[in-house]
């Protein structure tokens, strides 16, 4: 009975993510795509919730629906018409859909064949018993700060590359019209909250779901919601402090590495007795990068004065 | 009565299917950024799926991890491709009005 | 007992939840789908923040609850204003 209406849930959840991602995929106005493409995120946020992903649900929210949201609405008022329409030949349409037809009964069993053939073994045995030496008790986070700690570099190294290219191409966009006093009074409330609650989730990534990438993006959040408030902020931005934050986090990453590596004779081989707290040190550093490259990322490009170095400070233009 | 994770790793191909579909369709950029995305997700719900070990039992680590770093990784992607498209927006714009200047 | 009441008041949040979706489907501009969407979405979510509060052991719990349903209420309203006031004001001040 429990298993049926688990069934009824599972079956309502995927048909319903189904619908969005074709509705996202087949709609013709550009806000209304987007719009629908944020929404799909939550629902994958719950989904990763109900699949015992904790971690992933708070990531989703906050990066796919949130952040991700944010990129594409603010991208949206670059492209001079929102009309989609599909410019392909009636026999291209043919093709493209039965070769997406083939390649989908060809996926699914492929995934029926590779479930039915699993012996069993999973990783969560091993990583398990190995929990107690990496220095904290959040499963997913000693994966990805120390087991598999290389991969979450070469991470941060991706941000930071796409982030120099989103500085190299553009400058930033322009200043966008006046913002409600509503939404200020609001963001001068929720600022603050977010950046202790990006704090908690840091903290609390040891040993319950949270970790140093929901917080970055949480304040990431933050930053965004700052600069739709209060458009004309980031001409206060420190540039020299926000060049030193986006690489601070692979900076010290690979400072850690290299100083286990005269520790212990291998690149990022923690001393079991430091694990924990260099994962802290570790994770505050990436949380900071994360922060500043997400927040480059939705500005669009170069902050006023990139170049020269010198920037106006403008304090009075918004206040209220 | 299909197991939760052949019926995850179906949506997910599903997903995957209906992004591809779209990306190969459209040919302006957001259309397809929105479409690859959905592809991307469609790829984490299968890994979430195979990862998952029933309500009692603890999740694969390993696959969740990999997917965090993929959620993080695609955003920073989006914003890459966005920044693209919008400096080949400016200059077709910019191509364009000269050409018509040119033209006069 | 404090089970069923739980499980009642999450079934009155999901109908008004319901009734909040069906309005922003049928309803025919956004002014009153907005309308729709805030009211519902606000008591419905009211309700199930009850019934969870109520099968919650842990005061501390309880009290985050309290805390992201007022969260949560702050930012519809936020979010329905902006909402309005950008539909009111047209496409004359594009960013």
Excluded at chain 1, 57 to 83: F, H, K, N, Q, R
Excluded at chain 2, 8 to 16: D, E, K, R, T
Excluded at chain 3, 39 to 55: E, P, W
Aim: some cysteine.
């Amino acid at each position: 009975m429990i298993e049926i209406l688990w069934f009824l849930v599972d079956s309502m959840l995927v048909l319903l993510l189904l619908a969005l991602a074709w509705t996202t995929c087949s709609s013709r106005d550009v806000m209304r795509a987007v719009t629908l493409f944020i929404a799909m995120g939550l629902l994958l946020a719950i989904i990763w919730a109900r699949l015992k992903a904790p971690d992933l649900a708070l990531a989703e929210a906050i990066i796919g629906a949130g952040v991700s949201g944010a990129l594409l609405l603010s991208a949206i008022s670059d492209y001079p018409s929102t009309a989609i329409t599909s410019h392909r030949s009636p026999l291209m349409h043919g093709i493209i859909n039965t070769f997406t037809l083939a390649l989908t009964i060809l996926m699914s069993w492929a995934v029926w064949h590779g479930l039915n053939m699993s012996d069993g073994v999973r990783l969560s045995e091993q990583v398990s018993s190995q929990i107690p030496v990496s220095g904290v008790s959040n499963p997913v986070t000693a994966v990805l700060l120390n087991f598999r700690a290389y991969d979450t570099l070469l991470e941060l190294a991706v941000v930071l590359t796409a982030v120099l290219a989103v500085l190299i191409l553009n400058d930033k966009r322009a200043d966008s019209a006046a913002s409600s006093p509503l939404l200020r009074g609001m963001t001068r409330w929720l600022v603050p909250l977010l950046v202790v609650t990006s704090g908690y989730l840091l903290w609390v990534g040891a040993h319950a779901p949270g970790g140093a990438f929901q917080a970055g993006a949480m304040l990431a959040a933050a930053m965004i919601l700052l600069q739709l408030a209060y458009p004309s902020i980031h001409r206060g931005f420190n540039l020299y402090l926000l060049r030193v934050l986006l690489v601070a986090g692979i900076f010290t990453f690979v400072l850690v590495g290299l100083w286990m590596m005269s520790a212990n004779d291998d690149f990022l081989a923690y001393t079991p007795a430091w694990a924990g707290t260099l994962i802290l040190i570790i994770e505050t550093a990436a949380t900071i990068s994360i922060a500043a490259a997400l927040t480059l990322a939705y500005i669009g490009g170069r902050p006023t004065g990139w170049e020269t170095g010198d920037h106006v400070i403008t304090g009075k233009e918004d206040a209220g | 009565m299909i197991s939760t994770q052949l019926l995850y790793s179906l949506a997910g191909v599903g997903l995957f299917a209906i992004g591809l579909r779209a990306t190969l369709l459209h040919h302006l950029l957001l259309p397809r950024l929105l479409a690859l995305n959905v592809c991307g997700a469609g790829v984490f719900l299968i890994f979430i799926a195979v990862a998952y070990a029933g309500i009692e039992g603890m999740a694969d680590p390993v696959p969740h991890a990999l997917v965090l770093t993929g959620i993080v990784v695609a955003v920073s992607a989006t914003a890459m491709a966005l920044a693209l498209g919008r400096r080949l927006e400016s200059k077709e714009s910019e191509t364009m009005k000269s050409e018509a200047m040119k033209d006069e | 007992m404090i089970d069923s009441l739980a499980v009642l008041a999450v079934f009155f949040g999901l109908f008004f939840f319901l009734s909040g979706s069906i309005g922003l489907l049928r309803l025919p501009d956004v002014f009153s789908r907005l309308h729709a969407l805030a009211k519902a979405d606000n008591i419905g979510l009211a309700f199930v923040t009850l019934g969870i509060i109520l099968l919650e052991p842990s005061l501390l719990n309880d009290i985050k609850l309290v805390i992201i349903w007022l969260l949560i209420m702050a930012a519809s309203a936020v979010s329905s204003h902006l909402v309005a006031r950008r539909a009111l004001r047209g496409e004359r001040d594009d960013d």
